[in-house]
């Protein structure tokens, strides 16, 4: 049996394997209707994806990572501006 914390990852864990092929679909596809249409699901799905999230966060199922220093953002931010350049 599986208990609410195992469910509630289990959740997240499909929605967002949902997002990534929203992700993937949505620039491939030509139709501007269809377009349309799964960027409204993709949005919806972000939403649920939002409200599990604070489910896992209240019941601390979920902790997030420490935030990173100023110094940490400043090195990544030099890195990804060096691949730019490239």
Do not use: F, W
């Not at 939403?47 to 990544?76: D, F, G, N, T, W």
């Amino acid at each position: 049996m599986l208990d609410e914390k195992t469910m509630v990852a289990d959740a997240l864990a499909g929605v967002n394997g949902e997002l990534v092929r929203y992700g993937e679909m949505i620039p491939q596809t030509e139709n501007k209707e269809l377009k349309q249409c799964l960027k409204k699901i993709r949005n919806e799905c972000e939403m649920s994806q939002e409200k599990l999230y604070q489910i896992a966060r209240e019941k601390s199922y979920y902790v997030p990572a420490e935030k990173a220093s100023q110094q940490e953002i400043s090195h990544v931010k030099s890195v990804l501006s060096g691949l730019a350049m490239k």
